[in-house]
């Protein structure tokens, strides 16, 4: 306390993932660790609350960089955006109509046709919000890699792709008469017009979270998702 968040060395944001979320988006440029405390239900990339020790804990913490990703596309008036997700690119149907979509990987078209609600990519940070309840991956923070989930897919075959970080994908939107609804981190909505692609790619920001000494996702993992068996650290 006693200083504004512009002003302060490290930030502490008290709340759940949806409040970690906001505070990143704001810290997107600053450079500045986040050193989320749980407060929420789950807060899969969040220390435990405890107040004892704060500013001890803060300067022992290690850190984890996260890269989000950029988002660039044409919406159905013509204006071109750009925006970045932490999490994931969500693209949705906004009709009845199942969705018919195109993948290109680092410009060549690698699946003609694809039959789903929609797709989503996802960063590893994100890998256990909507790409989780979406049947994808669970994938460590420190992993540099991006996961591509369909979204109810008609072909049963038609499973997550795990890329390397520094892939380039475009999604094109085949359906004559249906928009694409874009959504960064389920918070900005884009409509988007047949024919034109959704670019999507690792941002170079870097994105760093201060996490306690000890911290481990994968024992975080299993508590959170309330897994059983035997564990090793």
Same mark, same amino acid.
């Given at each position: 306390g006693g200083v504004t968040e512009a002003e302060a060395e490290v930030v502490v944001a008290l709340g759940g993932d949806g409040f970690m979320l906001e505070t990143l988006h704001r810290n997107l440029a600053s450079g500045r660790p986040i050193y989320g405390m749980n407060q929420g239900s789950v807060g899969f *990339?969040?220390?435990?609350?405890? $107040?004892?020790? *704060?500013? $001890?804990?803060i300067a022992a913490a290690? /850190?984890?960089?996260?890269?989000?990703?950029?988002?660039? +596309?044409?919406?159905?008036?013509g204006a071109s955006h750009r925006s970045l997700a932490i999490n994931e690119?969500?693209?949705?149907? #906004?009709t009845r109509?199942?969705? %018919?979509?195109?993948? =290109?990987?680092?410009? %060549?078209? /690698?699946? +003609? $046709? *694809?039959?789903?609600?929609?797709?989503?990519?996802?960063?590893? +940070?994100?890998?256990?919000?909507?790409n989780l309840s979406a049947g994808g991956p669970i994938i460590h923070p420190e992993a540099e890699v991006i996961a591509m989930t369909p979204i109810c897919p008609h072909t049963l075959s038609n499973r997550?792709?795990?890329?390397? #970080?520094?892939?380039?994908?475009?999604?094109?939107?085949l359906g004559e008469k249906s928009h694409l609804l874009v959504a960064m981190d389920g918070q900005?909505?884009? +409509?988007?017009?047949?024919? =034109?692609?959704? $670019?999507i790619s690792i941002s170079p920001l870097k994105l760093p979270l201060a996490q306690r000494i000890d911290y481990s996702h994968f024992a975080v993992v /299993?508590? %959170?998702?309330?897994w059983s068996g035997g564990f090793v650290e």
């Open positions: *990339l969040m220390n435990d609350y405890n $107040e004892d020790g *704060l500013v $001890e804990r290690g /850190r984890t960089v996260i890269y989000p990703l950029v988002m660039t +596309a044409i919406d159905v008036a690119v969500s693209l949705l149907r #906004q109509q199942t969705a %018919k979509l195109r993948l =290109s990987i680092d410009h %060549k078209v /690698r699946m +003609a $046709e *694809l039959f789903c609600d929609g797709v989503l990519v996802s960063t590893p +940070a994100g890998s256990t919000a909507y997550s792709i795990i890329f390397r #970080q520094d892939v380039k994908l475009r999604v094109y939107n900005r909505n884009l +409509a988007v017009s047949t024919g =034109s692609p959704v $670019e /299993r508590t %959170k998702l309330k």
